[in-house]
């Protein structure tokens, strides 16, 4: 073939350019394939994390009413500082923490970027970064991005943490650790004792907490969000995250919040200021509002979703599902065994086809394949959407 052929060729039948992958263990998430295949199926989605409900109107309207004020360009890099003055002012009342709204609040384009951010901003080639597992499955990529070891250390059997294992896996190297309470997948939330072994643990080192608290609202019968943010030996070294998205039923909006020192916060806005600069003026000013105006939007959280909760188990008590605890988030955990000796995902394709309920295996949260013969159903629906899911699952 002569040169003058090979041009032509080449310019009919273009190649992209070969890529060696920066993620190349990283596919679809199972999220992404569980609700398509709810959607096939005609199956009721309880596996993706979302609600099937609207926020309060109150909420958009503040938001239309920003728009309308004018507030349509850029905010300030660090996110609109009355709605970061009102975050300090709630952090403070919860937690009795003080936090600069100036230098060390941060609104982000919600967790999932925050939780990047952060990883990028701290963790440098070869650094290890200890992550508790089952984890959410943004962990361990955004520690791969940045160049570093993730570190997997393994709840106990109860999803509790386990502070023998993550002793020893502290090395001179460990650079990072990401927690997260209320759980995610388990549905279980950290006590003020492990909080206080956490920071007695990490005292000696220079280690960086990364706290994702996007949860925080969702904790049941009477029990408390301990918040990295109210212990002082964890707050000094800790990236709080947290979420308006699942607060105030709003996953779309993407939005975020971190509150850190000022020292960690400069390292933060570093990498934020070039990977989103900053997030949607109006919904940050319609939040800020909103968050002001209507805290019993967040303080009553928590029994919103202890009922739904409630209902939820109530309806699965008579199949053969047995019911993990659930003391935070809204997600509820159930050991198909008794049901069952299909592995997870195929179980979850099982109960998507069959059953006409999609759910989210546990597996999917483990590095390597753990099989518990368990799956996650998100509780987050009208009551309408449980009741008609509990019908279908009662066959079980």
Same mark, same amino acid.
């Given at each position: 073939m002569s040169a003058v052929q090979h041009s032509r060729t080449a310019a009919e039948h273009p190649v992209s350019p070969a890529l060696r992958s920066r993620l190349p263990q990283v596919g679809t998430t199972i999220f992404t394939v569980m609700s398509a295949l709810a959607q096939q199926c005609g199956a009721i989605n309880l596996g993706q994390g979302f609600p099937d409900f609207d926020p309060d109107p109150k909420l958009p309207e503040a938001v239309n009413t920003a728009m309308r004020?004018?507030?349509?360009?850029?905010?300030?890099m660090a996110g609109v500082p009355l709605l970061r003055e009102a975050l300090a002012e709630k952090i403070?009342?919860?937690?009795?923490? !003080?936090?600069?709204?100036?230098?060390?609040i941060t609104i982000t384009a919600g967790a999932t970027q925050a939780l990047l951010t952060a990883v990028l901003a701290v963790v440098h080639p070869g650094d290890e970064v200890i992550v508790l597992t089952p984890a959410y499955d943004s962990y361990a990529p955004a520690i791969a991005l940045a160049?570093?070891?993730?570190?997997?250390?393994?709840?106990?059997?109860?999803?509790?943490?386990?502070?023998? !294992?993550? !002793?020893?896996?502290?090395?001179?190297?460990?650079?990072?650790?990401?927690?997260?309470?209320?759980h995610n997948p388990s549905g279980r939330v950290w006590t003020a004792q492990d909080m206080q072994?956490?920071?007695?643990?990490?005292?000696?080192?220079?280690?960086?907490?990364?706290?994702?608290?996007?949860?925080?609202?969702?904790?049941f019968d009477g029990a408390t969000h301990h918040s990295a943010a109210a212990y002082p030996q964890l707050a000094a070294r800790s990236f709080v995250v947290s979420s308006f998205g699942k607060t105030y039923h709003v996953t779309g909006w993407k939005v975020g919040m971190v509150a850190a020192p000022r020292e960690l916060t400069r390292e933060f806005r570093k990498v934020h200021q070039f990977n989103v600069f900053t997030v949607n003026t109006p919904m940050q000013h319609g939040l800020a509002h909103y968050l002001r105006t209507q805290p019993e939007a967040h303080l009553n959280l928590p029994a919103f979703y202890q009922a739904k909760r409630d209902r939820f188990r109530a309806g699965l008590a008579s199949t053969r599902l047995r019911l993990l605890p659930c003391e935070g988030t809204y997600f509820q955990c159930a050991d198909y065994g008794a049901v069952s000796d299909l592995p997870e995902a195929a179980f979850c394709e099982w109960l998507t086809r069959e059953v006409g309920v !999609?759910?989210?295996p546990l597996s999917a949260f483990h590095p390597d394949p753990v099989e518990r013969s368990t799956v996650r159903f998100c509780f987050a629906k009208r009551e309408a959407t449980l009741d008609a899911a509990l019908e279908r699952l009662a066959r079980l």
């Open positions: 004020a004018g507030h349509n360009q850029y905010p300030p403070e009342a919860l937690h009795g923490a !003080a936090y600069d709204p100036g230098e060390e160049g570093g070891v993730a570190r997997f250390v393994p709840l106990d059997a109860h999803y509790r943490p386990d502070f023998d !294992a993550i !002793a020893a896996a502290i090395t001179p190297r460990t650079r990072a650790m990401l927690v997260n309470s209320p072994r956490l920071g007695a643990l990490l005292a000696p080192t220079d280690i960086v907490l990364i706290s994702d608290e996007v949860y925080e609202h969702m904790v !999609a759910a989210i």
